[in-house]
């Protein structure tokens, strides 16, 4: 292959027939198997548990939910038209959710194939860029499946885990085209999907590629293809149609968006609160024993004197360090932006590890052991992360679907919020998809409610502490279930 590639030490060394590197290969690749059928298997007994709360995960449901009565063509939340992401996973999970009874698992079927996917991806490209090292490929896959940044998010109904494995698929197919240039069309196809998924993050790694390549005195003259402009200006084309579509035939606007989605998002009064290296923060503790590890890893296996890298490595460090770099400078204050590069981080910490693996016995002990404790603290870790986002909300979901009851054409659904929300009520979009409701809701503070108060007829949810102040807006209101602090209530036209 087209490449630059170093055998094994340890194969120099002692010099082994082929048949036992043959053997230690698939040695390898078996518990690679066995590392992806446990993190199945207990991912997929995971995920069924507990009720929607998370307010991303239950826009992923709401937004779906209402494709099945609005339409696939344009996502909408709360029966209102919605540009801020695009429909993939919406239409995806628009199948399973009529089809499912457990409605927790039609949200989160879906990220948990995206992550097993992610797994069968990045052990494709460790098997590519590191050929000569197969235990290499379980290790990796370990590294992954215990980091909290990767299999909580793979359990819970987020976009975040289909961006991840569009853009690996697009670093996998990146390495292919080194000897093939026609798998750059694979990368044109991943910055298509991803940008449908959530936003061209593929496509953003795919030109981080080409300018690594370009720096390269040996990789320029394989860039002098036809296959490559092909892909580009066809990934291109194909991750304008949506935009389009939403502009030319369902009025979104553009500037709107960019100001809504990233000026304000990135402002003060959202992101811009955190502190500015709060992606490296977060690395170094939601990220558990191998988060900030993995970035001081891709430092390490970059300059590092002592072993000369092959160019996949490089690459995969360098693009690595850009995202990372990228996402603090432009202000999105959050480690969940660099989860796409997730799987890359686990394995330059991993072929880390596995130098030191190689060496001498007293080294391959100590790496040993402190190999066992990181993947172990980081599979508690990630086991508490999941266990602790479970709440229990029976109270509150019982109110939402008493609402859903009460809806008819022309009554209003009100309801009582706090100022900051969260601080009473969970979000619109709980009320919206456990409910079922078939029409929109609206929040008002209780300052809204007492200054310009909706006319009935109306239906609403809120605390105990704030139904007085419903009582005083509206003599006739009537209680219609009580559960906990919450109130469901309703006011008929007098």
């Not at 698939?26 to 997929?44: D, H, M, P, S, Y």
């Not at 939340?77 to 992401?85: A, D, I, L």
């Not at 679907?401 to 008819?408: A, R, S, V």
């Not at 809120?462 to 006011?491: K, T």
């Amino acid at each position: 292959m087209s490449r630059i590639e170093f055998a094994d030490p340890l194969t120099e060394q002692i010099g082994e027939p082929q048949y036992l590197i043959r053997t230690r290969r698939k040695w390898a690749i078996a518990a690679a198997a066995a590392v992806f059928l446990c993190v199945l298997g207990w991912l997929a007994f995971e995920i069924p548990k507990g009720t929607l709360t998370h307010t991303d995960e239950l826009l992923t449901a709401e937004r779906s939910r209402e494709m099945l009565s609005t339409g696939p063509w344009v996502v909408h939340y709360n029966f209102q038209r919605s540009f801020e992401k695009p429909p993939l996973q919406y239409w995806l999970t628009s199948l399973t959710l009529p089809r499912l009874q457990n409605r927790t698992l039609a949200v989160r079927v879906w990220p948990l194939l995206y992550g097993c996917l992610t797994l069968i991806a990045l052990g494709w490209l460790v098997f590519l860029v590191e050929p000569n090292r197969p235990w290499l490929i379980p290790l990796s896959l370990a590294m992954l499946a215990s980091s909290p940044l990767f299999s909580p998010e793979a359990s819970r109904g987020f976009l975040d885990i289909g961006l991840t494995f569009f853009t690996i698929s697009a670093i996998l197919f990146a390495q292919l085209a080194r000897n093939r240039p026609v798998w750059w069309l694979g990368v044109a196809a991943a910055c298509w999907l991803g940008s449908l998924q959530k936003f061209p993050m593929p496509f953003l790694v795919a030109l981080l590629i080409i300018v690594v390549r370009l720096t390269s005195c040996d990789e320029r003259p394989k860039l002098r293809n036809g296959w490559l402009v092909t892909s580009m200006l066809l990934a291109l084309a194909t991750m304008a149609i949506w935009p389009l579509i939403q502009i030319t035939k369902y009025g979104m606007s553009p500037g709107r968006l960019f100001h809504h989605e990233v000026v304000v998002w990135t402002g003060p009064a959202n992101l811009g609160v955190r502190p500015y290296l709060a992606v490296l923060y977060g690395l170094s503790t939601l990220g558990g024993a191998c988060g900030l590890l993995s970035f001081l890893a891709a430092f390490v296996v970059l300059f590092s004197k002592k072993e000369r890298i092959s160019a996949g490595v490089r690459e995969i460090a360098i693009i690595s360090l850009a995202v990372i770099g990228l996402t603090v400078v432009s202000n999105f204050r959050g480690v969940r932006y660099i989860v796409p590069i997730i799987p890359c981080l686990c394995f330059l910490l991993a072929l880390l590890f596995h130098r030191f693996l190689e060496r001498g016995p007293v080294i391959l002990f100590r790496t040993t052991i402190l190999l066992i404790v990181v993947l172990s603290a980081d599979f508690v870790h990630s086991t508490i992360t999941i266990n602790h986002r479970r709440k229990d909300v029976a109270d509150e979901k019982l109110i939402a679907e008493k609402l859903g009851t009460l809806q008819e054409p022309g009554t209003k659904t009100t309801l009582i919020k706090a100022d900051k929300p969260g601080g009473d009520l969970l979000w619109d979009s709980f009320y919206l998809f456990h409910g079922n409701l078939r029409f929109p809701v609206q929040a008002y503070t209780v300052d809204e409610i007492r200054s310009d108060p909706p006319k009935p007829p109306l239906i609403g949810a809120c605390v105990s502490r704030d139904f007085p102040v419903i009582q005083n807006v509206y003599p006739n209101v009537q209680v219609e279930l009580v559960r906990a602090q919450f109130i469901c209530w309703q006011v008929n036209t007098p």
